[in-house]
Each structure stands twice: as C-alpha cells, then as structure tokens.
C-alpha cells in the first residue's frame, strides 16, 4: 500500500507531547485521508502518535511512515463505538508512552437522505460512528488529559453540520453538528482542567473520503468557494495542528471552517464563480 504524498516539513511543534488520531489510517488511494494527515503531521511536528483505526493493514501503512520519517507512532486497533474499546484506547496510550494530551476525533462516515427518506440502520451508523464515538472517546481520554495537567481535543465536523450543503445528508449533518455542539459543551465543562477543545468544519477538501468523486464534481466544488482552489487533507491537518500547539493556548470553543471562505458567502454571492 503506497502513500502518493509529498510529507511537510519536519518541526518541534508538538514536541513532548503524545496523541491519539482516530480515523488515522490511510487508504491505498492518490488522496491522503485527514486522519492520516493529521497523524504525519503531528508526529513530524515532535507528537508520539496512537493512530487508532478499525484496519490494521491501514493504521500500520500510517506508521510505517511516519517511522520511515524519524518520528514515533503506534497502533490501537480500536472500533469506538465501542464503550470498552474507547476506555482501552486511552489507557494503552498513557500505558505506552506515558501521558496524553492530544485526542483528535476524525473518524467518520457517510450517511445519506433526508428525513423521509433516511434507512433507520444508516442513521444509527452515522450517529454512532461520526458522535458517539466521539463522545465515547473523550469521555476516557479526559481524565488522563486532566492527570497529565490539561490538553488539546480536537474533533472533526463539517461545513455540512452547521448549514445544508450540496448533498441531502441529513444522517451525517445532524451527527456532524453535534460534534460542533460536543466541541462548546466541553469547552466549558472542562477549561477548569486545562482542557482546551475546538472544532474544525472542513470544506471542499478532496480525500480519501471523496476519493470517488468525478473530475466535473471536483471542478463544480472548487469553482463554487472564493479562494477557487480545491482543499487537501493537510489543509486541515494543519488547522489541527494550531489548535494541537500551545500557540493556542487561549482558544477554546470554536468551531472553525476551513472551507476557502466558502461559509463566508451567500448562494448569490458565488453563483458566478460556476460560469469560470
């Protein structure tokens, strides 16, 4: 399994600090998943990674390299929608490295139609998948962050759970809203334990996760945002990385695009940007 991928540059950004990516293996495709980005990035920038996935084959593709890279990182094979799996992801992290301060909640997936359309066993994958287990994994990883003298949660939302967007996904949105909603709740409940947590809403991103998508599709979403350029996986990986820092410090309880401005606009505004 190969990673076409240009790796960033190496830094101390993160150095010290250890790191749970859920969703962080990478798939056989040209296209870096976000969680795969994410975890490179983090431990090219001084971060022991736990890449936590479902796929061993996939999670151990991401740490071979980031070994290859000179950085440390290891496997959790872990399904968390799972409530005892979650807690022995967290405690194999301090076990193994000795502290946790890091927990990025990008694992995900689809789920489509409206409300009358909707199949019963897709919402509950979807609520599952994208929320609970979100949920599940914070709620284990927060007192090791809180032992370990505070921290950084970072989940992984959508523009699609803070407007409707192109697609009738009503599953997903409403999941990937919560995850905005969970993102301010814990802001609050826990910024007394140092605990910072802030929420990415990515946009137009081409990854694994849209891997599938045609070129007119792919050219239709890049048009349609202001910046017109297409986002990648390390565009967000690198939002993560802000938030990951101590260059954050201070902000907690956002939920921030990276979109290329596109929330920034109404339909109107961008209309025209199709006829490029």
Known sequence: ?????????????????????????????????????????????????VVADLSEERAATTVQVIEEGGGEAS???????????CRDLAAECVNRYGSLDIVVNNAGTAGSGDVTQFEEDIWNVALDVNLKGAVLVCKYAVPHMAASGGGSVINISSIDGLLAGAYI??????????????????????????????????????????????????????????LGTEGTAWDVAYAALYFASDESRWISGVIMPVDGGLLAATPLAVMGNLDE
């Open 1 to 49: 399994m190969t990673v076409h991928t240009e790796l960033p540059p190496k830094g101390d950004r993160l150095a010290g600090k250890t790191a749970i990516v859920t969703g962080a293996g990478s798939r056989e495709r040209s296209q870096p998943g976000i969680g795969y980005a994410t975890a490179v990035l983090f431990a090219r920038q001084g971060a022991r990674v």
């Open 75 to 85: 496997v959790v094979l872990v399904d968390i929608t799972r409530e005892d799996e």
């Open 169 to 226: 996904n009503v599953p997903y949105s409403v999941a990937k809203g919560g995850l905005a909603t969970l993102t301010k709740l814990m802001a609050v409940h826990h910024g007394r334990q140092n605990i910072r947590a802030n929420c990415i809403a990515p946009g137009h991103v081409h990854a694994s996760f849209t891997a599938g998508f045609s070129h007119e599709e792919r050219e239709r979403r890049r048009k349609i945002g202001p």
